[in-house]
C-alpha cells in the first residue's frame, strides 16, 4: 500500500497508520520514490483493515521540480502493455495537429482539453486491465482510462509522462491524473476533470501507468475469493492566520 509524502506540492503531517492483525509492518520507498506500506499477516484471518488519516497541505507550489539523472525518465517515454496505441489512437493524436504546438506544455495542454470533450465519464464500461486503445474504441470509462488514453499520446510525441494516483476534494475513492515532464518540471494534468492539479489534489503514488501504483496491492495463501473496498474522505480545512 503507498502513503502520501511531501512533494514541493503538498506537506503530509500527523500521519495515523493502523492495520488490523498487523503489528508489525515496515515502510520503504520503491524505484519511483513512492512510500511503500508494507506487512505480513501469519494467522488465519477472513479479513483485514487498513486505516490511515493525516493532515496535508496542499497547493504549495504548482509543479514539482525534477532533480534527478536526466536518463531515469526515459522510462517514462516508452509505451507500455496498457498505454500503446492501435490504429484507433494513432488516428485521434493525428487529428489533434500537435505540431502546431512546440511546447511539452502547450502540447499536454491541448491533449487534456480534447480528451475531456471527446471521452465520455462513465463507470462500469471498462475493465480493471483496460489498455488505453480499448477504451477510447469504446469511448468511455473512468479516470484511469482518461489517464492511459492521455499517456499514450504524450509519450507518442516524445514526452516523458507519468500515471499518478491521489485524492480530490470531493471525491469517495482515489482518482488518477498525469503528470508530465515540462520546462524541466512536473505539471499535473486532470483529464477527467479537465483541470490543471492544484490544491483540491493529495498525491500518493506514480508510476509507468496503473499497474505501477495501485493503492492497495497484496496476495495471499489459501482456497478463497478475495473482495477488496476502498473509501477515501478528504476534507477541506481553512487554515487561519
Known amino acids: 500500500?503507498?502513503?502520501p509524502q511531501d512533494t514541493a506540492r503538498q506537506k503530509i503531517t500527523d500521519l495515523n497508520?493502523?492495520?488490523?492483525?498487523?503489528?508489525?509492518?515496515?515502510?520503504?520507498?520503491?524505484?519511483?520514490n513512492n512510500k511503500k506500506l508494507y506487512g505480513l499477516i501469519k494467522e488465519p484471518?477472513?479479513?483485514?483493515?487498513?486505516?490511515?488519516?493525516?493532515?496535508?497541505?496542499s497547493g504549495i507550489g504548482i509543479f514539482d521540480e525534477y532533480f534527478d539523472d536526466p536518463y531515469r525518465f526515459l522510462i517514462l517515454k516508452a509505451q507500455t502493455d496498457l498505454t500503446r496505441p492501435g490504429e484507433k489512437l494513432n488516428e485521434y493524436r493525428k487529428s489533434l495537429h500537435l505540431n502546431e504546438f512546440y511546447a511539452p506544455y502547450d502540447?499536454?495542454?491541448?491533449?487534456?482539453?480534447?480528451?475531456?470533450?471527446?471521452?465520455?465519464?462513465?463507470?462500469?464500461i471498462t475493465e480493471v486491465h483496460e489498455t488505453a486503445e480499448n477504451a477510447f474504441t469504446l469511448g468511455k470509462g473512468v479516470c484511469q482510462d482518461y489517464t492511459h488514453i492521455m499517456l499514450s499520446i504524450l509519450r507518442s510525441e516524445g514526452i516523458p509522462a507519468r500515471y499518478v494516483v491521489g485524492m480530490m476534494l470531493g471525491e469517495g475513492?482515489?482518482?488518477?491524473?498525469?503528470?508530465?515532464?515540462?520546462?524541466?518540471?512536473?505539471?499535473?494534468?486532470?483529464?477527467?476533470?479537465?483541470k490543471l492539479v492544484n490544491d483540491e489534489y493529495i498525491r500518493v503514488s506514480?508510476?509507468?501507468?496503473?499497474?505501477?501504483?495501485?493503492?492497495?496491492?497484496?496476495s495471499f495463501y489459501g482456497f478463497?475469493?478475495?473482495?477488496?473496498?476502498?473509501?477515501?474522505?478528504?476534507?477541506?480545512?481553512?487554515?487561519k492566520d
Open 206 to 218: 506514480c508510476g509507468r501507468d496503473s499497474s505501477d501504483c495501485s493503492v492497495i496491492k497484496g
Open 173 to 194: 475513492s482515489s482518482h488518477a491524473w498525469v503528470e508530465a515532464l515540462c520546462r524541466g518540471y512536473w505539471y499535473g494534468f486532470d483529464p477527467t476533470n479537465n
Open 17 to 32: 497508520i493502523s492495520v488490523s492483525g498487523c503489528e508489525n509492518y515496515s515502510i520503504t520507498n520503491d524505484s519511483f
Open 1 to 3: 500500500m503507498f502513503l
Open 224 to 239: 478463497t475469493q478475495q473482495d477488496q473496498k476502498e473509501a477515501v474522505n478528504v476534507e477541506e480545512i481553512i487554515a
Open 107 to 124: 502540447k499536454s495542454l491541448h491533449i487534456m482539453r480534447s480528451l475531456h470533450d471527446t471521452f465520455q465519464y462513465n463507470s462500469g
Open 45 to 57: 484471518h477472513n479479513n483485514f483493515k487498513v486505516s490511515i488519516s493525516g493532515t496535508a497541505e
